[in-house]
């Protein structure tokens, strides 16, 4: 029996480190083509701040008015919301808006709000919609978030 604990310990502890598979959720023509995309740290941690690194290529410049949007669901019910300054999350990083389309990676750190539910899988899409209203990207997986030590 304590065998089989143990395995099953194990292999918590590897979901627990694996970074999890992004896709693509957008509807329709986006304003950014995404390479990759990725969080870190992960698993999500409670009230401490998270970053998204996209890589890939702008076909328009990232203006004033930009909107990062985070929605979490589970078994279909919205359990997190979100929303940011896009410009505001990049300047926090160095960058000014207009970003220019030579720019070919963006990391934007969020804090993860103490209502995120914890040890749950959690459908999240994260959505950025520049100025001018066109979709920039959107990604989608499945996270979970628990409570870290500060």
Request: charged fraction near 5%; aromatic fraction near 6%; hydrophobic fraction near 45%.
């Given at each position: 029996m304590k065998f089989f604990a143990?395995?099953?310990?194990?292999?918590?502890?590897?979901v627990a480190n694996?970074?999890?598979?992004w896709s693509n959720c957008a509807t329709g023509a986006t304003d950014l083509t995404i390479n990759s995309f990725s969080?870190?740290?992960?698993?999500?941690?409670?009230?401490?701040?998270v970053c998204a690194t996209g890589t890939g290529q702008l076909s328009t410049p990232v203006i004033e008015g930009a909107q990062l949007?985070?929605?979490?669901r589970y078994l279909n019910k919205i359990v997190y919301t979100d929303s940011?300054?896009?410009?505001?999350?990049?300047?926090?990083?160095?960058?000014?808006?207009?970003?220019?389309?030579?720019?070919?990676?963006?990391t934007a750190c969020v804090l993860v709000k103490s209502t995120?539910?914890?040890?749950i899988p959690v459908n999240l899409q994260v959505q950025a919609?520049?100025?001018?209203?066109?979709?920039?990207?959107?990604?989608?997986?499945?996270?979970?978030?628990?409570n870290c030590p500060s």
């Amino acid at each position: 029996m304590k065998f089989f604990a143990a395995i099953a310990a194990l292999a918590v502890a590897a979901v627990a480190n694996a970074q999890v598979t992004w896709s693509n959720c957008a509807t329709g023509a986006t304003d950014l083509t995404i390479n990759s995309f990725s969080i870190a740290p992960y698993p999500l941690c409670v009230s401490q701040n998270v970053c998204a690194t996209g890589t890939g290529q702008l076909s328009t410049p990232v203006i004033e008015g930009a909107q990062l949007s985070i929605i979490g669901r589970y078994l279909n019910k919205i359990v997190y919301t979100d929303s940011e300054d896009l410009c505001s999350l990049l300047a926090a990083q160095g960058f000014t808006c207009p970003i220019p389309v030579t720019m070919t990676s963006i990391t934007a750190c969020v804090l993860v709000k103490s209502t995120a539910p914890v040890g749950i899988p959690v459908n999240l899409q994260v959505q950025a919609t520049n100025g001018n209203g066109h979709v920039l990207f959107c990604q989608a997986a499945v996270v979970e978030a628990q409570n870290c030590p500060s």
